[in-house]
Each structure stands twice: as C-alpha cells, then as structure tokens.
C-alpha cells in the first residue's frame, strides 16, 4: 500500500498536560467495541470506574460519559489521562490513540495526516515558512490485484495529478494573490468551466449559517463579521508587517492534502466547489489573523496556531459544516 504523508508527520507527538487546549473536553469520545470488551476484563476499583462511564449516544453507540464541564471522565486534575496512568496506552480507545491522524483511503493508496484542531500539529505546520512537502513510501510496490473501487481510484490518480501542480505553485515564491489566480486557472481547465471564488462577505455570509461548536465561536464569529469593513482597511498594513505569502501557502497546501481530493468519491463532479472551499478556508483564518492585528498591533505564532485551530475545530471536525460550505443548503 503507497502511503502519503505531510513531511511533518512522523515529528508530531502529543503534549498532553502542555497543551492549552485539550482533546478530550468538549467533544464526544466513541469506545469501539474491541476495547469496551477490554474494559469488561479489566479488575478492581478503576475498572468498575470505566464500565460506571460507559454509556450510549442517540445513534446507540458506547461513549464515554463527559462530566458537567464536558471532560472525558478519565481526564485527571493534572489534564493527564488516568487510563494511561493506571492502564497503559493499549487500554486506550481507538478513536484517543489516533486522534488527531486522519486516513483517507483511495484503494492502492492511503494519505495520512495530523488534524489542525490540534495546537501541536498547528506548531509544527506554522513555525517556519519553508514549503510544505509530502513524502511518498512503498511507491516501488509492485501490485498484482486491481483495487476493488477501479473507478474510485482512477478518479484520485487524476485529481493527484491536478494537485500536484497546485502544489508546485504554492511552492514558488509568487505573491500569494498572484498563486491564487494560478491554482484558478489550473481548476478551471480541469473542470472546463469559469469558476468564481467566494468573495469576504460570500464566505462570511456562509460560515454564519455553520452549525457553531460552542457560545466562544459564536461570539467570536460576529466580532469578526461586525467589524470586518473596518479590519479590512488595515490588510495592506498587515500583509506588509507580517509578511504572510509563505504561511498562508503552507496552510492552503494542506487544505487542498486534506480536502480536494475528496471530490474522487463524487466522480471529481465537486471539484471547483472543494477547491472554493480550500481557498475560502484560508481567507478567513487571514481575515481573524486581520483582526488580531488590528487589536494588538502585532501577529505572534500562537496568534496564528489559535486562528488556524479555532478553523479547524468548527469547520472540518464537523462534517455538517464542511457539507454545508462545500454543497451548498
């Protein structure tokens, strides 16, 4: 199996009890059945614990029970996991030991990467500008079977292809501007057609009808909205103090990794509309990094980790919002 990777992903590594943020509050945390079966086998105090916080969702799933806070249960006063502590990390659920990796699978291959919900991942993806890159392994397997899915694979070599000039374009040392008009024009004579990107208050307009993650993004969201006009005189300014050409291409290209291939499961017919998603995508986290400047004068890396996480929490880690964005109500 040819598997594909962001060059940052064997460095990544999880902070745990350093993080700011954390994974297991406010989410719900899904106990596959192979490890509730473990929890059945595990003895004394701490394994009647688990099965006490174990229960099921509407949709008849085993979870674990978050607390009045929306903490995992498991999630100590310290922010250590007391599975870990008491267990190992082989007592952990499917979904704990992976998180924030994600796999989309295109038959003879698989791309793997880390999750910008994460602050960590964020790091490693924003602390220097240099081009993002994607590593290649088993691409010498020879194979002998035809993939199950012929078309479905056929359909991702061809957006590959397509993606891999994207790439080579986010690379280059062109203005950002000047790159967005060539990965257009790229888009367009794949799919044959005139495409228009979403303007500010398009993408605005369509963030506003997402499902929001909590009351933060909510009040977050039209502090932005409601001042956007008087932020967005001050973009010149930003671009020229923060010098973002290069971060804002690094953060695009691994949008597009995540999210444009995709369209092979739809027979590459969304095609304009995943790559409008993409390039949307990135012009808001620029518009809050617009705002935090505008607010403190200054754009540090913990700014931008913020922004980009703040995203990714509320737009791709719900695939009611990526649906409404890319398809439409």
């Not at 390039?279 to 986290?285: D, E, K, L």
């Not at 540090?300 to 398809?327: H, P």
Request: with cysteine; aromatic share 12%.
């Amino acid at each position: 199996m040819i598997t594909i990777k962001p060059d940052f992903y064997k460095n990544f590594k999880c902070i745990a009890d350093k993080c700011t943020d954390s994974c297991c509050v406010g989410w719900e945390i899904i106990v596959d059945s192979e490890t509730s079966e473990k929890y059945e086998d595990i003895k004394g105090d701490f394994g009647e614990k688990i099965r006490m916080n174990l229960v099921k969702d509407e949709d008849n799933e085993i979870c674990f029970k978050l607390d009045e806070k929306e903490r995992c249960p498991f999630l100590n006063k310290n922010n250590l996991c007391d599975i870990i502590i008491n267990c190992g990390e082989d007592a952990l659920c499917s979904i704990c030991t992976e998180h924030p990796r994600f796999y989309n699978d295109f038959q003879k291959v698989i791309e793997c990467g880390l999750g910008l919900c994460c602050e960590e991942v964020c790091r490693l993806l924003l602390e220097t500008d240099k081009p993002l890159k994607y590593i290649t392994e088993n691409e010498d397997e020879v194979f002998t079977e035809q993939p199950i899915d012929k078309e479905l694979y056929e359909n991702y070599t061809g957006l590959y292809n397509i993606r891999e000039e994207l790439f080579e374009v986010l690379n280059s040392d062109k203005d950002f501007d000047d790159k967005i008009l060539l990965l257009k024009a790229i888009i367009e004579q794949a799919v044959n057609e005139k495409i228009v990107l979403d303007s500010d208050s398009a993408i605005l307009s369509g963030y506003e009808k997402t499902e929001p993650i909590n009351e933060e993004w909510t009040e977050y969201f039209y502090s932005l909205k409601d001042n956007i006009n008087d932020y967005l005189k001050k973009e010149k300014p930003f671009d020229e103090a923060t010098n973002g050409n290069k971060i804002y291409s690094k953060i695009l290209s691994y949008i597009i990794f995540r999210h444009l291939s995709n369209s092979a499961y739809s027979n590459n017919e969304g095609l304009k509309d995943y790559f409008n998603f993409c390039v949307s995508a990135v012009r808001f986290i620029k518009l809050c990094d617009i705002k935090i400047y505008c607010e403190t004068n200054t754009l540090t890396l913990k700014d931008r980790i913020e922004n980009v996480k703040r995203w990714s929490k509320q737009i791709e880690y719900s695939d009611l919002n990526v649906e409404l964005l890319i398809f439409g109500e």
